[in-house]
């Protein structure tokens, strides 16, 4: 850190250099190897009169010290004029520092126009004419350091300085946006509030401090500021006698003057709430517009209207009312997408399609005879009814705090082949609100049907919440569908596939804008030090991976898809998907490379055998229904009680029935993998402990709501023990279902 800031190759522009602060700086640059352009209009500290000698003899002062330099005497308001000095001599401008400037002191009163405009034009008008011409000779060489020159004067105010004061908060409002628009171009704009021994200070300080506050004592801020290693912009400091700080906002929690959205504010409200308002305890530091906005958008989220808080809130257990529970019971929709082949498009390249796959052009080519969209497409209409339907300010006393919702978990049954183009309807019903503790998960029933009114896909969202948990919730749910884990040999199939950096700002354009995926300060709210990819970005590429691995391309093979978004990844990582084919379901996982962390986990998509015809795809059988509900049902009652876990480490084999006839057989293994249920018989040699078999009475009385299987098993009416028949007993209930 010891070696020597150096600006050798750098063209550096000082206006007002003829002598104070300005001189400073420049003789600063010129014995640091920078070439200076020394500008001085030669004027009066008023800003009357002109005359060269100034100018000239600092630059005399730089070259007789073996640097280079050249003086130029325009104004500053002939910024352009000044810049050609620097491209005419030097070839480039890599400096501007905005230090020119002039007083004309009156109290407020008896500030004339000329008082007025002639220091705004000096100190405003003239800072950005010089900024503006040096400006785009910046942007092109990727390279530029601004000053502006503020003052204390403007920040606190000073009697008599009306007009200076506004000049010099103005450079400020100027500095902050030229700091925005250069960011990328490596262009840095800092505003400085100086207080020097000048001309312009001379006989306002006392003399004693006068002579502590030389003008050298503020240059070597402005060296740091210019030079190429220093990372700040868009900051303001104050430099005086050799002491720098830094400022920056702050701003008060604030306070709403009204609780529902079509409540009106009056004066009285303000004034009775002025304490609050006016509190600085935990108060914020908003760094950027941005920031500032996303924190009145929170709060603009609380408001609801009147009708929902005069409302009780639905609850699940009728034990918890208020909180995330609240929310299970709110529907939104249907609400109608319309969508193109470009949309379709647009999605299997944000899903990483590409025209060098094996069939790419089927799913990016709409002249491709085989056009069509990929199966997990049917997430586009889904969430634009999710992003667009309002759901969040729906829910009444419960605020969610966007930049810590994550997706959780995500479901997707397709039922009938998507269109290259349509209008669809999606309604959602968020149907349970779990408590995680670390968080709250919200689950979200989705039904997506076509103008016909048949339904074309069904998806299950679930959001997880983070730091909303502990709200009295379940745990558990028998609307949750469930996770499979993999068999434990090896994958038949892995496959690796690169993300983009720019994965997620592509993606994004199918519909999800949550900032959290692209704007970095977005994502440091929520905890992240980088934007990280939307989970469905993964889960797309994974279902476009299973789909050509497993179902050779052809999307009427592909019924469902279930995971749950274990790990966020970042655009750029790798991701490696293994899969295990073990009858119609493929199990997968998804890994990044680059950390060796699971991202996708419980993963599973069912598809049709080859031989099975594609309406079978389209719609399942009542079977298919009634085995997924039971599993549903078992799933909670086993890997989700923990009592339960603990009392029995038994490996339990579910055989399911209907019409006499098996359909499917589960196992669920509290001995060796507690939590975990998978598809088929005990595996690795373990023979079941306990076989349960259900017929088909049970099971239509479970997909139609009239047996909750859990409420069952604990009230004595289904014993897990030995090989149960249970059907007598459920007789009674099932006949008005049997049509189903
Ligand atoms: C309206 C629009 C809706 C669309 C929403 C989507 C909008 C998108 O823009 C947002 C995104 O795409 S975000 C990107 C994708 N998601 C992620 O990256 C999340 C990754 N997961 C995590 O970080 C952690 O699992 C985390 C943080 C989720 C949980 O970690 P922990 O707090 O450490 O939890 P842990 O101790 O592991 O487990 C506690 C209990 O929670 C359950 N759980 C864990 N992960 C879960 C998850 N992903 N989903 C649901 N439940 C989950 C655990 O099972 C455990 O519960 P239990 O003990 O009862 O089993």
Redesign the pocket.
Known sequence: MDSKLRFDGKVAIVTGAGGGLGKAYALLFGSRGAKVVVNDLGGSKKGEGSSSKLADQVVEEIRSAGGTAVANYDSVEDGDKIVKTALDNFGRVDIVVNNAGILRDRSFARISDTDWDLIQRVHLRGSFMVTRAAFPIMKEQKFGRIIMTASTSGIYGNFGQANYGAAKLGLLGLSNTVAIEGRKYNIHCNTIAPVGGTRLTEGILPPDLFDQLKPEYVAPLVAWLCHEDCEDTGGLFEAAGGWYGKYRWERTQGHFCRKYIEEEVTPEAVRDSWEKITDFTDAYHPASNHEDTGILAAGLQDLKPWKEIQAKPASATGAVTSGPISAVGVKVGPSSFTYEPKDVILYALGVGASVQDEDGLKFLYENDEDFTPLPTFSIVPS?AV??GGN??SNIPGWSVDLTK?????MYIECVKPLASGATLNTSLEVVDV?D????A?MI?DTLTTDESGETVAKAQ????H?GDGNFGGP??SNRLVPLCDPPSRKPDATEEFKTDVDQAALYRLSG?R?P??IDPSFAAMGGFQQP?????C?YGITCRIILKHFCGNDVSKFKAIKC??????LPGQTLVVNMWKEGARVFFTCSVKETGKD?LTGGYVDIVESGASAESASAPSKPELASAAVFHEMSQRLA?DPDMAKKVKAVFLWNINLDKKPVGQWTVDLKNAP?SIYEGAPRNGLKPDVTLTLEDADLVAMVTGKLNAQKAFMSGKLKVSGKVMLTQKLQGLLKPQAKM
């Open positions: 969430q999710m992003f759901l969040w919702l994550l997706h959780g978990e779990l995680k503790k670390s968080g998960v979200i969202w679930s959001t997880f983070v745990r558990t999800d949550n959290m995926h990280i990819l939307h989970g469905l993964s749950r978004f274990a790990k966020p990844v991202c989700g939590g």
